[in-house]
T-cell receptor, first 114, second 112 residues
Framework: AQSVSQHNHHVILSEAASLELGCNYS??????LFWYVQYPGQHLQLLLK??????LVKGIKGFEAEFIKSKFSFNLRKPSVQWSDTAEYFC????????????FGKGTMLLVSP | DGGITQSPKYLFRKEGQNVTLSCEQN?????MYWYRQDPGQGLRLIYY???????QKGDIAEGYSVSREKKESFPLTVTSAQKNPTAFYLC???????????FGSGTRLTVV
């Protein structure tokens, strides 16, 4: 079974700081990769996804992520965070061939102080 | 607008009672899912259904049951056999596997 590891459970940053959230997965075959965000009191929303092509993918709200196959990683980045980015972030993966459900990491809670 | 509706938003039950959580979607998605979210645990898959009248157990199916009689609906029953039922329950749907899931707003179940 595949697994997803998110390196940090909690991250605290000041506004305008750069963000990088780590995500590693265990599956050795073709994968689809996702980052979801859950703002306080809101439902999970898709930030960005990768399933093929350019390994650097851009999502909503200025987020981007880079798929590095050799490292089994899909780290999320943002050059300059805002207070409104305070949320919980989840990395998720499923197998790229055939039918497969999403496996989620345990999440990283990001707190951005103004 | 298309989306997923979960009801109720908050639910309280006494220990030993079964309770059913509703999930309805009007996205015309074939697949539907139930996840449980606990602090520090991420999302864990309870059950999923790829098509009507068919469903499979996820990683933590014990103490739960589902049905999929209609494409739009995928109710989850939390039975008295579930040892730690207090949690936040999320329903999702998808079309294909490369597009990710659309999530509902969740139901917070508290068993006292």
């Amino acid at each position: 079974a595949q697994s997803v590891s998110q390196h940090n459970h909690h991250v605290i940053l000041s506004e305008a700081a750069s963000l990088e959230l780590g995500c590693n997965y265990s599956y050795g075959g073709t994968v689809n990769l996702f980052w979801y965000v859950q703002y306080p009191g809101q439902h999970l929303q898709l930030l960005l996804k990768y399933f093929s092509g350019d390994p650097l993918v851009k999502g909503i709200k200025g987020f981007e992520a880079e798929f590095i196959k050799s490292k089994f990683s899909f780290n999320l980045r943002k050059p300059s965070v805002q207070w409104s980015d305070t949320a919980e972030y989840f990395c998720a993966v499923n197998e790229g061939e055939g039918y497969s459900t999403l496996t989620f990491g345990k999440g990283t809670m990001l707190l951005v102080s103004p | 607008d298309g989306g997923i509706t979960q009801s109720p938003k908050y639910l309280f039950r006494k220990e030993g009672q079964n309770v059913t959580l509703s999930c309805e979607q009007n996205l015309n998605h074939d697949a539907m899912y139930w996840y449980r979210q606990d602090p520090g645990q991420g999302l864990r898959l309870i059950y999923y259904s790829q098509i009507v009248n068919d469903f499979q157990k996820g990683d933590i199916a014990e103490g739960y049951s589902v049905s999929r009689e209609k494409k739009e609906s995928f109710p989850l029953t939390v039975t008295s056999a579930q040892k730690n039922p207090t949690a936040f329950y999320l329903c999702a749907s998808s079309i294909g596997t490369a597009n990710g899931y659309t999530f509902g707003s969740g139901t917070r179940l508290t068993v006292v």
